[in-house]
């Protein structure tokens, strides 16, 4: 099981919760989930734990956090700025990207 596969499970978790009234049907982010449910364990009974070392294990299921959340900021309407995202970017240079 990889990561992308992961994440689309927890949408479906985050979609039956939000179809059952547990949690908004807009969430701002991944982090917000935690006011309504253990956000943590959403997606876990798909991971084999033995197959992935304790690192790569949880390497990938913040890979698959990141892709819920931008999923639900996305749905929400409210991505980053792409000023913002390249901020983070070791190689972006803002005076060469305005030419």
Request: a negative charge; aromatic letters at 10%.
């Amino acid at each position: 099981m990889n990561y992308f596969e992961v994440a689309e499970q927890i949408k479906q978790e985050i979609m039956a919760m939000m179809s059952t009234g547990k949690c908004p049907e807009l969430l701002e982010s991944f982090n917000e989930l935690h006011d309504y449910c253990d956000a943590n364990m959403l997606g876990q009974n798909l991971w084999d734990v033995g197959e992935h070392s304790t690192e790569n294990y949880i390497d990938s299921l913040n890979e698959a956090h990141t892709i819920v959340d931008r999923w639900l900021k996305a749905r929400r309407g409210i991505l980053e700025s792409a000023d913002h995202i390249n901020a983070h970017n070791p190689w972006y240079n803002p005076i060469l990207s305005e030419n």
